[in-house]
């Protein structure tokens, strides 16, 4: 499955590992930047390389704020 803007995925390691998160950018075939409302704001999103991330067959097709991204996401982590 192909990752665009406004999919919907799960961090496979680091840190963050087992949480959903939203592509905000797409920069390159190897890098996204991608927010999750609450840690990661949309003002301030994570880089990331795609092979460390699981794409849910799901996007987000408006966020506009930190509250609806995190509370569309809540269904899809895989920890808390």
């Given at each position: 499955?192909?990752?665009t803007?406004?999919?919907?995925?799960i961090?496979?390691?680091?840190?963050?590992?087992?949480?959903?998160?939203?592509?905000?950018?797409?920069?390159d075939?190897?890098?996204?930047?991608?927010?999750?409302g609450?840690?990661?704001?949309?003002?301030r999103?994570?880089?990331?390389?795609?092979?460390?991330?699981?794409?849910?067959?799901?996007?987000?097709?408006?966020?506009?704020?930190?509250?609806?991204?995190?509370?569309f996401?809540?269904?899809?982590?895989?920890?808390?």
């Amino acid at each position: 499955m192909d990752i665009t803007k406004g999919s919907v995925v799960i961090a496979k390691a680091g840190r963050d590992k087992g949480k959903a998160f939203a592509v905000t950018q797409v920069i390159d075939s190897r890098t996204v930047l991608i927010a999750d409302g609450k840690r990661r704001p949309l003002e301030r999103p994570k880089r990331k390389n795609v092979i460390h991330l699981q794409v849910v067959n799901a996007s987000v097709d408006c966020f506009t704020t930190n509250r609806q991204l995190r509370n569309f996401l809540k269904d899809f982590a895989l920890e808390a």
